[in-house]
């Protein structure tokens, strides 16, 4: 039964938002069956949502930036991350130079990481420069940069300039979206700055996102697929959902 069929454009999408942020995100066919209106109507509250900052797209629905924070999202998919980083790990060169973003998959790498292990590191993220930190065998460096209270991260001309200074074996770069069409895609133009830094500094990119990711365009244009050598998921290689990027990135893993 529809709830709130009859509310106007601006009150129906406040409540879709409450309901969202309730509930830690809300899928677009049942928001349209509540409301008791088409999904295309929702599909642009959901548009509007996104532009103004509150929301961010995901694979048939939003999440509410508000419970998007890092400290909620470390937990969030975990499992799916930590597959992720299992992956991830034999890829790394032993002895070489590593550029991490400041996404919470690879602050999950970064836990990962043998005891043993022998790596430089970049990361802009300070929560995974401290994990990196009690790696004995690895040369942590954080970039310095203005500090971005959501991703716990640090951006902007310094950041840049940092992950510039270097010359990376690889880099594990995450987004907030990624699509067969416009590639990978952040919340604001700084973030997608600092993966366009790390890529072009980087001998290999890896994109790493959990599925939840698939086929999802945040508001800001990052990368083109054609920049990305290996895409890492918690799906298995042969999974349906990695169809629309067999034919635009190198290797799947």
Do not use: C
Not at 28 to 36: D, K, T, V
Not at 54 to 80: K, M, S, T, W, Y
Not at 178 to 186: A, I, L, M, N
Not at 237 to 244: K, M, S, Y
Request: charged residues 25%.
């Amino acid at each position: 039964m529809a709830l709130k069929g009859t509310l106007d454009g601006e009150t129906r999408r406040a409540a879709l938002l409450d309901l969202a942020s309730e509930r830690g995100g809300l899928h677009l066919s049942e928001a349209a069956q509540l409301w008791g209106v088409h999904p295309m109507t929702i599909r642009r509250d959901f548009e509007v949502l996104e532009s103004i900052g509150r929301v961010r797209r995901v694979r048939g629905g939003i999440v509410p930036v508000e419970a998007d924070a890092f400290g909620a999202r470390q937990g969030h998919n975990l499992r799916a991350k930590e597959r992720i980083a299992e992956k991830i790990v034999p890829l790394l060169p032993d002895g070489g130079a590593v550029g991490l973003d400041s996404s919470t998959t690879a602050y999950v790498l970064a836990d990962a990481l043998p005891a043993d292990s022998s790596f430089t590191v970049v990361t802009n993220g300070l929560s995974t420069f401290e994990s990196l930190a009690r790696l004995n065998g690895v040369r942590a460096y954080l970039t310095g940069g203005e500090r971005e209270e959501q991703n716990l991260s640090l951006v902007g001309a310094l950041t840049l300039s940092a992950f510039g200074a270097f010359h990376f074996d690889v880099s594990v770069i995450s987004a907030l979206g990624v699509h067969g069409e416009s590639g990978t895609s952040e919340s604001t133009l700084a973030q997608a700055a600092v993966k366009d830094a790390m890529a072009r500094a980087s001998a290999t990119v890896i994109l790493a996102v959990d599925s939840t990711k698939l086929q999802s365009r945040a508001r800001v244009r990052a990368l083109t697929l054609d920049r990305i050598d290996t895409l890492v998921t918690d799906l298995d290689p042969t999974d349906e959902h990695l169809a629309p990027y067999r034919d635009l990135v190198p290797r799947l893993l």
